[in-house]
Nanobody, 124 residues
């Protein structure tokens, strides 16, 4: 069992930056692939970024490529999402997720564990 807790969300002006953190419990964090998803009001949850178990491989949605960076620190059982050049369309609740298969996963349905989310609001 893995429990995930997101933090770092907030209100930021367009062009600003935020760094989200996802703290995981459990001793097997280093074997899990991690992903970030977001859900805006009235929209479906969408994939943002994913990272494999050792942090070597990453994958991004086209909408955030070049602006967001996913990373992880297995010694701290934490995954991160650095978000730069934020735009109003990035406003959403951001969720982290863990998948026990360790490789890159972009389908939300494939993830085993989810956090409760953190709100990111970007004002224009």
């Amino acid at each position: 069992q893995v429990q995930l807790v997101e933090s770092g969300g907030g209100l930021v002006q367009a062009g600003g930056s935020l760094r989200l953190s996802c703290a995981a419990s459990g001793r097997t964090f280093s074997s899990y692939a991690m992903g970030w998803f977001r859900q805006a009001p009235g929209k479906e949850r969408e994939f943002v970024a994913a990272i494999n178990w050792n942090g070597i491989t990453t994958y991004y949605a086209d909408s955030v490529k070049g602006r967001f960076t996913i990373s992880r620190d297995n010694a701290k059982n934490t995954a991160y999402l650095q978000m730069n050049s934020l735009q109003p369309e990035d406003t959403a609740v951001y969720y982290c997720a863990a998948d026990s298969r360790s490789g890159i996963v972009i389908s939300a349905s494939a993830y085993d564990y989810w956090g409760h989310g953190t709100q990111v609001t970007v004002s224009s």
